[in-house]
């Protein structure tokens, strides 16, 4: 054999060799964790305690990962604050967090433990992945000594990080991710000085991971799509339930198929304070999902993904733009969707197209109706501004919703059982942004896979008629680059109220002499 001859032997071998290790399609797994929560303290438990809590947590983990490994699935995801609950204040927090390294580092804790100090945790998880053969993906906290050398260092001299970490069938720390958009009540917890874009290869796929509220910002959630290219989003999340259009199934799955990627959703399950919903999202249509206010149990999730989906390009606004948009201004009225002041038309046919506008962006609507009932009122709603509650970010929504009751006023409300079906629907939008996500949700708050479309002109649009009565059909859109500019603009106002508020009483007060 010539030199050439074995050069092209080994290219070929090795060509072989990659097609027979990479794989098409691999199977995932979430699992929805009653978390075991720690008694309510100010004070700090002992290691010893805190240890308890989480191996109680890890415990019922690790049967969630038996269960999935025995299903032959390659990775599963865990919740949020899945390992030690919720509710700590900064220095209660303390006692649960181990120091984890740079996975760079090259590091199996299963193997070598004491390599970064006392780390039980890491141990235990990398010690599930590897007896396993699963990657395994977690939630626990991190710290970071730090000194008055640094300007932002923290008063009680470290930084404390919300971390989901990764660890591969071997057992190897193969990521870590320190939260960037913390939640309001949060404060034990330090954001990294810049957004962390974590990814990580497999033969299985390219990986992003982050963490909860991270969904509704820019970073990381959408650079780790559109400038790193990962196939698939692992998602760790206490997601609490807001209807009618932030609820996790619907709008978890409806970011899947708006950024075109796969999407591991792990919620905790706790309905007292709204916490269920987890599932298995394709760009196409859910593939598994989870949602139940009554069980007290967890669940485990399973479903087949395509190791690198498929997802064709949408013009949000393509279709609605070329619709002339008539006026309907005697029929509008307005109602509050979670604090943010819609404006809305009512549907009052079994058969109708409306179109509603608020400030830039106009709605249209096409719809047949099962059924006009008089016991409920549905409406086409519009919103296009700064959302300024629980957190501040521009949306433009378009949405069609059921009312809470045959009162106007009530459009709007949290709803989660309807009885009217829909025939078929369309809705487009002259939106102002390609990041649009488009959300269908049925009574008793279910998904509709395989039951819609979007169009490669920005119409969301029925395939069949609905399985079951609807909820809600909307197009959510995030328009990130107005965050910063609209709240420099709300904050000016809300400044200059305040300067003519305190003239005005200066004023007064003079007058009064």
């Known amino acids: 054999m010539t030199t050439s001859q074995l050069l092209a032997y080994v290219a070929i071998s090795s060509l072989c060799i990659f097609k027979v290790n990479a794989m098409d399609t691999f199977i995932a797994a979430v699992y929805e964790h009653a978390v075991i929560l720690p008694n309510t303290t100010l004070k700090p438990v002992s290691s010893e305690e805190a240890l308890a809590l989480m191996n109680r947590n890890l415990d019922v983990l690790e049967g969630a990962v038996i269960s999935a490994a025995k299903q032959d699935a390659h990775i599963i995801v865990t919740p949020e604050d899945g390992i030690y609950g919720w509710g700590f204040t900064r220095e209660a927090i303390y006692p649960y967090l181990e120091d984890i390294p740079d996975p760079q580092v090259n590091w199996i804790p299963c193997n070598d433990p004491r390599r970064f100090g006392h780390t039980p945790v890491q141990e235990r998880l990398s010690c599930i992945a590897k007896s396993n053969s699963i990657y395994v993906v977690a939630n626990i906290g991190d710290k970071k000594p730090c000194n008055t050398s640094d300007s932002q260092c923290p008063s009680d001299g470290r930084y404390q990080y919300n971390t989901n970490v990764v660890f591969d069938s071997e057992g190897k720390l193969v990521a870590r991710y320190h939260k960037q958009n913390l939640f309001m009540g949060e404060d ?20 992003g991971i982050f963490t909860c509220f991270d969904i509704l910002f820019h970073d990381p959630a959408v650079t780790l799509v559109k400038d790193f290219h990962v196939d698939t989003i692992l998602f760790p999340t206490a997601w609490m339930n807001v209807l009618p259009h932030l609820s996790a199934v619907e709008f978890h799955s409806a970011w899947a198929m708006g950024m075109g990627v796969n999407f591991l959703a792990a919620n905790l399950h706790h309905p007292s304070v709204k916490m269920t919903g987890s599932g298995i999202y394709a760009p196409g249509s859910p593939k598994a999902f989870h949602y139940d206010m009554k069980m007290k149990e967890g669940k485990v999730l399973f479903s087949q993904l395509y190791s690198h989906p498929y997802h064709s390009a949408v013009n949000w606004s393509s279709y609605a733009s070329s619709i002339e948009a008539n006026s309907m201004g005697d029929q509008e009225f ?5 604090f943010d002041n819609f404006t809305f038309v009512e549907l009052k046919g079994v058969i109708g197209n409306y179109t509603v506008c608020h400030r830039d962006l106009c709605c249209h609507l096409s719809y047949k109706m099962s ?108 328009w990130y680059e107005k965050d910063q500019t609209s709240k420099a603009s709300s904050d000016l106002r809300t400044q200059a109220l305040v300067l003519m508020t305190i003239a005005i009483t200066t004023i007064a007060y003079l007058l009064s002499w």
């Open 188 to 207: 034990q917890f330090n954001s990294p000085r810049k957004p962390e874009v974590v990814t990580f290869n497999t033969t299985f796929g390219k990986f």
């Open 334 to 338: 307005k109602g509050i969707v979670f």
């Open 371 to 478: 059924e006009k009932r008089s016991d409920e009122v549905y409406a086409l709603g519009a919103f296009d501004g700064l959302h300024t509650v629980e957190g501040t970010y521009y949306l433009q929504i378009c949405t069609m919703l059921k009312c809470r009751t045959t009162a106007l006023e009530t459009c709007g409300d949290s709803v989660e059982a309807a009885s009217t079906s829909f025939e078929m629907f369309s809705l487009s939008g002259t939106f102002g942004t390609q990041y649009v996500f488009p959300e269908v949700l049925l009574s008793d708050v279910q998904l509709a896979p395989g039951e819609f479309q979007v169009s490669s002109d920005g119409r969301l649009f029925s395939l069949k008629p609905t399985s079951r009565p609807v909820l809600t059909v909307t197009l959510f859109g995030r």
